[in-house]
């Protein structure tokens, strides 16, 4: 279902960790960045902040980590979302996404993510770690109604699918 982008509702939704299921991000198609995870911290509530640690394998089986800063920029309007922020050597980049939708007992969440200085606009969804969704039945559901996840028919055919872990 559709969510209003409050920050209390996404205090409640966003924290644990999340693997990607779709995308049409370059970030995670070019192959050098395989199996993110997305983990969120609330930092705090006033304003709604929250720790992103991104996680993800390189194809020489390295671990690395992406850490930034999402900060709830909310009035209520459909433009309400988050502005990611690097940490470290990554502080100059900036980013902004918002929640588009999110699927049965908040298993999955999609994200729009706006054009920025360094990366496109694209569309990430993710499942949350430990839900019980594979990924043929993850594409079902957003396929069988994606307006209902703020999708338009050429963001759904610009998704590639990915697998997800055993336990999701």
Known sequence: ?????SAGSLAELLPGSWHIGATNFPMWLRGDRLSPTLTYEVRSEQPLKFLDTVTYTTPAGVAKTIVGVDTFRGDGSDAAGFVWRGRGLLFPFA?????????????????????S??????????????????AQELRTIVATSPEEFGLEPEDLASLTWLELPTTA
């Open 95 to 115: 980013s902004h996404w918002t929640v588009e939708g999110v699927g049965r007992s908040d298993e999955f969440v999609v994200t729009r993510f706006s054009k």
């Open 117 to 134: 200085l360094v990366t496109p606009a694209g569309v990430d969804i993710m499942v949350r770690h430990g839900a019980q969704l594979d």
């Open 1 to 5: 279902m559709t969510i209003a982008p």
